[in-house]
């Protein structure tokens, strides 16, 4: 069992029991308020991300069927691709950790972006690499050997929640960026506008709020430019299908019920708990 005698991000002493679930115990922090799972090894989630984690039939971990969602999250790369500052003198190079099928390397690289990606699921990364034929390896960023000051931007979206040490993630993301370069981060707000989330380890091991965030960046060396409530797009399926599992603990997806219509294909723009976080290496 890892130590939980003090907070991870403010360091502050006894954190209290808050939950357990699914055998893990999720501590609180009484200084900032952080919601985490210690005890979650990379093992661990090496062994959950095998299984087929975006093609899910569990009623509450992992994309219902991330492949058929395409469109939708390509609309939400771009997005996400806008909220950097234009690189005026060369074209930024990107790492992309957690990159799934790699919609969003896709979508940099038709910026003509240099593009980088990092993924635990292999069935994920032989998509992106076959299909999409780009530059993914498996594995995760604490194994990962690239050099320092080699990357203009590294994005993790939807990804600091499942990591074991999110920590020693951002200490190594500072490594290989160059000094400048920017770290982008989408993750649940526990403090957001939407406050429904599911305490569900392996699958989340850390729950932020803007500010616990913010303060692991500026202890890290960045700054943080940008804190935005980020609205992302889900297919109107997805959309309902996420807010009925949750509500209800359902264990069965709402197509189920409604059968498949095309109507629910439509991207629809979704308030969320999660935010979108861009800061800048300083040091
Ligand atoms: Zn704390």
Same mark, same amino acid.
């Given at each position: 069992m890892k130590k939980t005698e003090f907070c991870p991000i403010c360091r502050k002493k006894n954190p209290s029991?808050?939950?357990?679930?699914?055998?893990?115990?999720?501590?609180?922090?009484?200084?900032?308020?952080?919601?985490?799972?210690?005890?979650?090894?990379?093992? &661990? @989630?090496? *062994? $959950?991300?095998?299984?087929?984690?975006f093609k899910s039939q569990h009623h509450i971990f992992g994309y219902s069927n991330y492949i058929e969602d395409e469109e939708t999250l390509r609309i939400n790369a771009?997005? &996400? @691709?806008? *909220? $950097?500052?234009?690189?005026?003198?060369?074209?930024?190079?990107?790492l992309d950790i957690g990159c799934a099928y790699g919609f969003l390397l896709d979508e940099a690289r038709k910026l003509g972006w240099g593009t980088e990606g990092l993924e635990f699921s292999t069935e994920a990364t032989n998509y992106a690499v076959n299909k999409l034929n780009l530059n993914v390896s498996t594995g995760s960023i604490m194994q990962a050997n690239f050099p320092e000051n080699s990357f203009d931007i590294v994005t993790?979206?939807?990804?600091?929640?499942?990591?074991?040490?999110?920590?020693?993630a951002i200490r190594k993301i500072n490594k290989i960026l160059k000094l400048g370069g920017y770290l982008a981060i989408t993750t649940i707000n526990t403090k957001g506008f939407v406050r429904l989330?599911?305490?569900?380890?392996?699958?989340?091991?850390?729950?932020?709020?803007?500010?616990?965030?913010?303060?692991?960046?500026?202890?890290?060396?960045?700054?943080?430019m940008k804190s935005l409530p980020y609205w992302c797009f889900y297919n109107l399926n997805?959309?309902?299908?996420?807010?009925f599992r949750l509500i209800f603990k359902?264990?069965?997806?709402?197509?189920?019920?409604?059968?498949?219509?095309?109507?629910?294909?439509?991207?629809?723009?979704v308030p969320t708990n999660e935010m979108f976080v861009l800061a800048r290496k300083i040091k």
């Open positions: 029991e808050f939950d357990h679930k699914n055998e893990f115990t999720i501590w609180k922090c009484s200084g900032c308020d952080l919601l985490w799972t210690p005890d979650v090894s990379e093992d &661990i @989630l090496r *062994e $959950f991300y095998s299984k087929s984690y771009r997005y &996400i @691709l806008s *909220e $950097f500052p234009e690189f005026k003198n060369r074209l930024p190079k990107m993790m979206i939807g990804v600091i929640e499942h990591l074991a040490d999110p920590i020693a989330f599911d305490l569900k380890p392996p699958e989340h091991t850390f729950y932020f709020s803007a500010k616990n965030l913010s303060l692991l960046l500026k202890t890290e060396n960045f700054k943080v997805e959309a309902l299908d996420r807010a359902s264990s069965k997806r709402i197509e189920e019920f409604l059968g498949k219509f095309p109507f629910l294909k439509y991207p629809v723009k």
